[in-house]
Nanobody
Framework: QVQLVESGGGLVQAGGSLRLSCAASGSIFRINAMGWYRQAPGKQRELVATITSSGSTNYADSVKGRFTISRDNAKNTVYLQMNSLKPEDTAVYYC???????????????WGRGTQVTVSS
């Protein structure tokens, strides 16, 4: 089995910063793209940022210039540095990764359980 575990969420004032981490573990042969999504109350889950295995990144327009996604392939970990946070960034943030299983060699997306980010005004 493969697990994704997020950490780093919390409560912060508007204008502050947080850094999220997501570590993948288990039966991993290869991790392809990794990313962060978020879901605010009453809204659909939306893309925040993605990063390929070679380091190419993609961001939602709402976070460009404020958030930075990165990854450490040796640690099977993806990060999301969030600066200049706004109240509208409040959401549960989910880690996502496309992972090829070491035993079955099948690739599929995996999700973490999420971490709450709350930005107060």
């Amino acid at each position: 089995q493969v697990q994704l575990v997020e950490s780093g969420g919390g409560l912060v004032q508007a204008g502050g910063s947080l850094r999220l981490s997501c570590a993948a573990s288990g039966s991993i042969f290869r991790i392809n793209a990794m990313g962060w999504y978020r879901q605010a109350p009453g809204k659909q889950r939306e893309l925040v940022a993605t990063i390929t295995s070679s380091g190419s990144t993609n961001y939602a327009d709402s976070v460009k210039g404020r958030f930075t996604i990165s990854r450490d392939n040796a640690k099977n970990t993806v990060y999301l540095q969030m600066n200049s946070l706004k109240p509208e960034d409040t959401a549960v943030y989910y880690c996502n990764a496309d992972i090829r299983d070491r035993i079955t060699l099948a690739a599929r997306p995996y999700w973490g359980r999420g971490t709450q980010v709350t930005v107060s005004s």
